[in-house]
């Protein structure tokens, strides 16, 4: 979705190429529109015995596959604020003290970005909630990786295990 007139000065945007790409831009003052990338968070929440938690959607996109639990960071939130409220939002336990970045990743979906967050769940047990269908903890082998919806988590997961790889 691009804009038809310049954010800065109402002026009409034209193609224009840039460093080898096109892009919309302002003639009168030089404004470049670059695309809206929208940024998530999810959490790859890890129980004392070491499987992973995984959520089977109940929303679309991606209904009935599993999934990290995430969403969009708010505007006036931090992305780990935004993790701790997804934990919690979509889990219904408290999101665990310590949480490290696993890493960055992109999403399908254009200009979907997506940071992934770890940390381990002590003694809650995560309950189905409204935006999903089930929530359970998944041994390394069992991971269901033909049934998994977003990118983030299968490449999340990817980077999980190969710097776990120990067991
Ligand atoms: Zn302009």
Known sequence: MTP?????????LRKMSLA???RFG???CGLVAYGMVRLGVAALLCTRSGDIVLV?????????HWTMPGGYIEEDETPRQ??????????????PQELSLTGVY????PGAVTIVYQG?????????????LNVRPFAISQIP????YFLSTRDALHDWICRHASY
């Not at 089977?56 to 009935?64: D, E, H, V, Y």
């Not at 381990?120 to 999903?132: A, G, K, N, Q």
């Not at 990786?145 to 998994?148: A, D, T, V």
């Open 4 to 12: 038809k007139y310049c954010a800065n000065c109402q002026g009409r």
């Open 20 to 22: 080898g790409h096109v």
């Open 26 to 28: 302002c003639p009168q």
């Open 56 to 64: 089977k959607r109940a929303l679309q996109p991606g209904f009935g």
């Open 82 to 95: 935004a993790v701790r409220r997804e934990i919690h939002e979509e889990l219904g336990i408290a999101a």
């Open 106 to 109: 992109r999403e399908a979906s």
């Open 120 to 132: 381990v769940i002590t003694d809650e047990r995560p309950h189905v909630l409204v935006e999903s």
């Open 145 to 148: 990786w033909s049934e998994l």
